[in-house]
């Protein structure tokens, strides 16, 4: 069976508002509609989302329903606001783990951890069925790493595209 990781559309970005509150742009529906439309999705699979609006959005667009909420299955926590050089910052995360590395973020090794728990629990419930994940490119870097025993890919996290597919055998 096969786990579909899904990474939002491109979110309205307001750097007034944290992340998690973003909505995915009405301007770049149609990508999220053409990945549906790509093939790459199974049909008859099992699909929940992150909570955040624009991974609701993305998933309602792709199983054209609402699909189940696990709020586990949210980003990154990044509460303190606008990164100006956010990609250096996801880095420094990324070489340190186990550190919070900037004020209001949490360390990566808990989100790895949450998201990984929230992910085992959902297979468990699905066996024989292939399942669609929506969310975010750094809980979804940090999950592959957790389900494959590699070590996270930070090339492959800023080469994901918005919305893009990662799929997982298991």
């Not at 696990?70 to 990154?76: F, G, K, N, S």
């Not at 900037?102 to 629990?121: F, N, S």
Request: include cysteine; aromatic fraction near 6%.
């Amino acid at each position: 069976m096969s786990l579909y990781l899904v990474r939002h559309g491109r979110p309205t970005v307001d750097p007034s508002l944290p992340a998690s509150e973003w909505i995915l742009d009405p301007g770049h529906e149609d990508d999220v509609v053409a990945c549906g439309v790509s093939g790459e999705l199974p049909d008859g699979a099992a699909w929940f989302t992150s909570p955040e609006p624009k991974a609701a959005r993305t998933a309602e667009l792709l199983a054209g329903r609402p699909v189940g909420v696990v709020h586990d299955l949210r980003e990154h926590d990044r509460t303190a606001g606008w990164v100006e050089d956010f990609s250096s910052t996801v880095a420094e995360a990324f070489a340190r783990p186990d550190e919070v590395v900037h004020d209001g973020w949490e360390p990566l090794t808990r989100t790895r951890q949450r998201v990984g728990a929230a992910v085992r629990r959902i297979l468990a419930e699905h066996v024989g069925r292939d399942v669609v994940l929506v969310g975010h490119g750094t809980a979804w870097t940090l999950l592959v790493a957790e389900l494959t025993g590699a070590e996270p890919d930070l090339e492959r996290w800023s080469g994901l595209s918005m919305p893009d597919v990662i799929v997982v055998e298991y």
